[in-house]
């Protein structure tokens, strides 16, 4: 009953996975959650409003301009009474409509009236999802926060395989559910300073170059956004990314490593628990030419000096903040963070195998083995925000219990 006093808008349109709908009603019922479904015109063609009646035990809304639904729940008294915003199965219509802020239905409004949490789970033919114009509207949605779920790939009703299948009702109930299950709830943070940093960093060669890495730095915004809703003052110290700032994460952006070490060491001070997921470039040029660098001979060397770890430099503050580091390694993973946890002296290491592309640096999903002195916990393959919220249960725990430990020496 992980749903247990979640209010969920559920948004059908019009795929052929709508006929899923009332079983996915069902499975969120099963998690506590009170549901209400909006259908579109075409979902109308594939799944019956009386099903979803039935199942959701709420009457199903349909019209934006019916002036008796509107009397008896208006729409944007119902897109208040979200705590939560699922749209599956998403089409590709849904996912253009939602981009670009059309409101001339009742679900496209409901999506710009609510402040609920968006999750979307798009089903469509895989040549659509792979179209540009619905790969353009996912990015500019995910900017946004949304959150979503699958496709999933496989075969398909017109017969095409590849990624395009509404994730099943199941995992879509379930997802959800752990993106409730802690910490926000629990507010395990509450009132706790968390200062993260994130993506990469820019390391000038002259005014028009730089040297960097292919960080998107998702993973450190979902954990800054996990934070928050667990309760905690979340302090974002970020090098260039293109994403927006999480509802209520305090921001700070900087483009070197030298910047992101300046503005971090101004901030710990008032820091209770650090979490390092930037991917900190190792090097910068010794000298930056203050000129574009011309291509006069046929080799030119670059000489690199270190830059400062800022990691390894909190970690050695006195008194030092509950730290935790990352470790992207494309082989012996545990060895390598393990070494890292102890050279570093850091409370805990989240580790990942950058060398399977489907996880890690630019992707949605990731998989974490989090290791400290004495324990470990292995978190499996995920969407970030949902890893998120589970890192951050553990680092809750652990800080907890180094707390504790220290109060009763
Ligand atoms: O030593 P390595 O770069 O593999 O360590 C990775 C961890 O150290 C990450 O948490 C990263 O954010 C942090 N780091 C840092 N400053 C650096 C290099 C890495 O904070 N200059």
């Given at each position: 009953m992980q749903l247990k006093n979640k209010k969920i808008l559920l948004g059908v349109t019009g795929g052929i996975a709508a006929y899923k709908a009332p079983d996915l009603v069902r499975k969120?019922?099963?998690?506590?959650?009170?549901?209400?479904?909006?259908?579109?015109?075409?979902?109308?063609?594939?799944?019956?409003?009386?099903?979803?009646?039935?199942?959701?035990?709420?009457?199903?809304?349909h019209a934006l301009l019916d002036p008796s639904a509107e009397a008896a729940m208006g729409h944007i008294e119902l897109a208040k009474w979200a705590d939560i915003l699922l749209i599956a199965p998403a089409t590709a219509n849904c996912l253009a409509r939602l981009a670009h802020g059309l409101a001339d239905d009742l679900l496209s409004t409901l999506y710009l009236a609510t402040t609920a949490d968006v999750f979307v789970a798009p089903a469509m033919n895989q040549q659509m999802w792979a179209a540009p114009a619905t790969q353009a509207n996912l990015h500019v949605l995910k900017q946004r926060h949304i959150q979503f779920l699958g496709p999933a790939a496989g075969e398909q009703a017109c017969g095409d395989v590849g990624a395009g299948r509404m994730v099943e009702p199941i995992d879509i109930a379930t997802a959800i559910a752990n993106a409730y299950s802690h910490p926000q709830d629990q507010q395990l943070l509450l009132n706790k300073r968390v200062l993260i940093t994130a993506g990469p960093t820019r390391e000038a060669l002259d005014p028009v170059r730089y040297l960097s890495n292919h960080?998107?730095?998702?993973?450190?915004?979902?954990?800054?956004?996990?934070?928050?809703?667990?309760?905690?003052?979340?302090?974002?110290?970020?090098?260039?990314?293109?994403?927006?700032t999480p509802p209520d994460v305090h921001r700070l952006t900087c483009s070197s490593a030298a910047d992101m070490h300046a503005l971090v060491m101004s901030h710990v001070a008032d820091c209770d628990i650090f979490v390092a997921t930037a991917a900190v470039a190792d090097y910068r040029a010794e000298h930056e030419s203050s000129e574009k660098i011309k291509k006069t001979d046929d080799k030119l060397t670059l000489t690199l000096v270190k830059n400062p770890d800022i990691l390894k430099d909190v970690a050695a503050l006195e008194p030092a903040p509950f730290t935790v580091g990352f470790a992207a390694e494309t082989?012996?993973?545990?060895?390598?963070?393990?070494?890292?946890?102890?050279?570093?002296?850091?409370?805990?290491?989240?580790?990942?195998?950058?060398?399977?592309?489907?996880?890690g640096f630019n992707s949605d999903n990731n998989a974490l083995l989090l290791l400290w002195s004495d324990g470990r916990e292995s978190l499996p393959r995920a969407p970030k925000f949902e890893l998120a919220n589970q890192l951050i249960g553990a680092v809750a725990r652990q800080y907890d219990k180094k707390h504790n430990a220290h109060g009763t020496d």
């Open positions: 969120l019922v099963a998690q506590g959650a009170s549901v209400r479904v909006v259908l579109t015109d075409s979902a109308l063609e594939f799944v019956s409003p009386l099903a979803l009646q039935a199942v959701s035990g709420n009457p199903v809304h960080s998107s730095g998702k993973m450190g915004y979902a954990i800054a956004a996990a934070a928050v809703k667990a309760g905690a003052k979340v302090t974002l110290v970020s090098g260039p990314t293109n994403l927006e082989q012996n993973v545990e060895a390598y963070a393990t070494k890292k946890l102890q050279s570093k002296k850091l409370d805990m290491i989240a580790a990942n195998d950058v060398s399977d592309a489907d996880i």
